[in-house]
């Protein structure tokens, strides 16, 4: 949570110094396509990697701008921006959690579902244990991570353990899909229900078992431009960017499907 | 790091009681920036209750998780202070009345996790207690115990964080009590463990209370250590700070009735016990 609320100061921070930034280079003119300044995302813990990448490559299509990002749960994010966090651009692990913003009057126009992410289970590399699939982790001794039920990524593991007809006992519901990966990667637990992008991500770190009821728990990603977006067109852009073919090649190679 | 050790609240007796008599004229310099500083600290507190759902307050008290999370944040604190009694008076009186070599190195050592990020310390752990760290490993294998993800694992977590508050009270105590009384018991014949128990320990309670009691409420409010370590499970590891945290993802009005909780029963410790034991004296 501190690592949570320091990113926080240092995103408001950052736009303080930009919003006095903004007042002198506004003025030199809005040359190069009228994108200046800083674009604040706050975007899901699983778009990390994708985002990371994006946002250096918006930088670069955009010279003059800064994109600084606020990664963590979906809800989190919510909270913090129903509850006044500046930001320009909220991207999300699930409609349910956009939906939460947009009545609150936080988004500007309606959000797009950008790109789509389905569960694998992460396990050591090499897959010691043979999980084969959802039923495998209900096996007597095998310590599984799930991500809570109030996050994206725990409600699509509901979802698939509810369609295979499996009922496990975790050892422990993590606040986000980073967490669950992490307890994998450190040998906490032997599987976690996580995105196929963060297993991925993870490289040779984990294996990532494929199984068929993931395709019945999808995650649809919306990204909106918010309503006290500071700074509107930069946010505008940065939006039509991750739509844009440069933007989807990023996201397709990081193992997202399109929408 | 010496600095702890002098620092302690029990050093209040040596000092001159004249002070709160001279206060009466107090610089404006100091006065407004004193106030400032109170109210910078009181601040949240109070925007925690101006924002709390009076009206559904006695629902979400009753939902089962509550009392749930706020039994286990209970029980593992008081575990965890008894842990550091156990563990943390007899290291708080090496440190205050045996000289041996190294003894400032060992003093900076027992207060690093004051000033650790509460989430190194939970890393830190798993490296040590995980199922694969220096010695879990071999519980794991020769005994088949494993710590992260149980109770034990959220005892552990707590009183890592907890025990420097203990041990720098009980050290300053024992530097400020009056050791007379010690070598009096020894010339009575009284052996070095009864000397301890019958008569240093009694002179140190106010300072031992004070540490107890810091410690148990900075094991309540433990949250980076106990989620990285011992994870986050209802009823077995999900202490209050954690269903705080958790709560805030999905309703912020239920993060704000468990903050309540949280801090009602802080408050309420502190000054009651604080009061009692320390003024007292």
Known sequence: MRARVVRTVAVAATLALAACGDGGSTGAGGSAGGVTGTVTVFAAASLTESFTRIGRDFEAANPGTAVVFNFAGSSALATQITEGAPADVFASASPRTMATVGEAGGTDGEPTVFVRNQLVVAVAPGNPEGVRGLADLTRPGLKVALCAEQVPCGAAARTALDTARVTLTPVTLEQDVKGALSKVRLGEVDAALVYRTDARAAGADVTAVEFPESARAVNDYPIAVLADAPNPAGARAFVAYVQSAPGQAVLTEAGFQAP | ?281
């Open chain 2, 1 to 281: 790091m010496t600095v702890a050790g002098t620092g302690s609240p029990t050093g209040r007796e040596r000092r001159p009681l004249g002070v709160r008599g001279r206060a009466g004229g107090v610089p404006v310099a100091l006065l407004l920036p004193a106030v400032l500083g109170l109210v910078f600290l009181v601040l949240p507190l109070v925007g925690l209750l101006a924002r709390t759902p009076w009206s559904t307050l006695p629902q979400r008290l009753a939902e089962p998780g509550v009392l749930t999370a706020l039994r286990l944040s209970l029980l593992t604190a008081t575990l965890a202070t008894l842990l550091c009694l156990m563990l943390g008076v007899p290291l708080a009186w090496l440190l205050a009345r045996v000289e041996f070599p190294g003894r400032r190195l060992v003093r900076a050592l027992v207060t690093v996790p004051l000033v650790l990020p509460p989430v190194v310390g939970g890393v830190a752990l798993l490296l040590v207690f995980g199922r694969r760290g220096l010695l879990g490993g071999w519980l794991d294998s020769t005994f088949g115990i494993t710590l992260p993800f149980t109770t034990t694992g959220v005892v552990l977590a707590e009183a890592f964080v907890a025990m420097p508050f203990l041990v720098i009270a009980v050290e300053g105590a024992l530097r400020g009590a009056d050791r007379r009384y010690e070598e009096a018991a020894a010339t009575l014949g009284a052996g070095r463990w009864t000397t301890f128990t019958h008569v240093t320990v009694p002179l140190v309670a106010p300072g031992l209370a004070a540490g107890a009691v810091l410690c148990w409420a900075r094991a309540l409010g433990e949250f980076g250590a106990t989620i990285t370590f011992a994870g986050n499970y209802p009823g077995r590891t999900q202490t209050m700070p954690l269903a705080v945290y958790l709560a805030l993802e999905t309703d912020l009005q239920s993060a704000v009735v468990l903050s309540l909780i949280l801090l009602v029963v802080s408050v309420a410790i502190l000054a009651g016990l604080r009061d009692r034991w320390i003024t007292a004296s």
